[in-house]
T-cell receptor, first 113, second 111 residues
């Protein structure tokens, strides 16, 4: 089966600019996750969708980050405006509802200068 | 979700078994133990999971103590490609439940 697709693979922006990341989960997977991974740390869950509803967004900095999942399939994560501390790898993952394992994309490496 | 404690790093000789410990002393009866690993510049990859019985698959074995307060992931014949960060996670298996990562253990397999 095709894996989780993310784009772009790399992005460099200046602080205060905006940026968007795209994720296409594995077909049929109801659960979609966005994680932020700062260098040297484990992935931090930003938001979790179940179909197109939000299950958890308690760690999402809502003043600058937003995410949506269109029709319960693709998802976009946006940062506006970006700060230097947003430099990280943004990972998308998906899993079947009720299944145990989550499948991760390769991530988008964001550098804010 | 219960918290886990893992050593920050471990070394292992190539071809030998790698035994990665994890403490989860506050685990609840309905929480499973999961292991994921993350190879450099890739997303995390699922390895194995278990509730109370020992489990084995093509990648690894999972040994859970009888009181379920700790577990060990065993890579029977470690190779250089097993060098990665290994994450131990405990979570309830429910539709839509969160998957929360800690800091993990950096395993370095050396020739």
């Amino acid at each position: 089966e095709a894996g989780v697709a993310q784009s772009p693979r790399y992005k460099i922006i200046e602080k205060r600019q905006s940026v968007a990341f795209w994720c296409n989960p594995i077909s049929g997977h109801a659960t979609l996750y966005w994680y932020q991974q700062i260098l040297g740390q484990g992935p931090k869950l930003l938001i979790q969708f179940q179909n197109n509803g939000v299950v958890d967004d308690s760690q999402l900095p809502k003043d600058r980050f937003s995410a949506e999942r269109l029709k319960g399939v693709d998802s976009t994560l946006k940062i506006q405006p970006a700060k230097l501390e947003d430099s990280a790898v943004y990972l998308c993952a998906s899993s079947e509802g009720g299944r145990i394992e989550a499948f991760f994309g390769q991530g988008t490496r964001l550098t804010v200068v | 979700d219960a918290k886990t404690t893992q050593p920050p790093s471990m070394d292992c000789a190539e071809g030998r078994a790698a035994n990665l410990p994890c403490n989860h002393s506050t685990i609840s009866g309905n929480e499973y133990v999961y292991w994921y690993r993350q190879i450099h510049s890739q997303g995390p990859q699922y390895i194995i999971h278990g509730l109370k019985n020992n489990e084995t698959n093509e990648m690894a074995s999972l040994i859970i103590t009888e009181d379920r307060k700790s577990s060990t992931l065993i890579l029977p014949h470690a190779t250089l490609r097993d060098t990665a960060v290994y994450y131990c996670i405990v979570r309830v298996v429910e539709y839509g439940n969160k998957l929360v990562f800690g800091a993990g253990t950096i395993l370095r397999v050396k020739s």
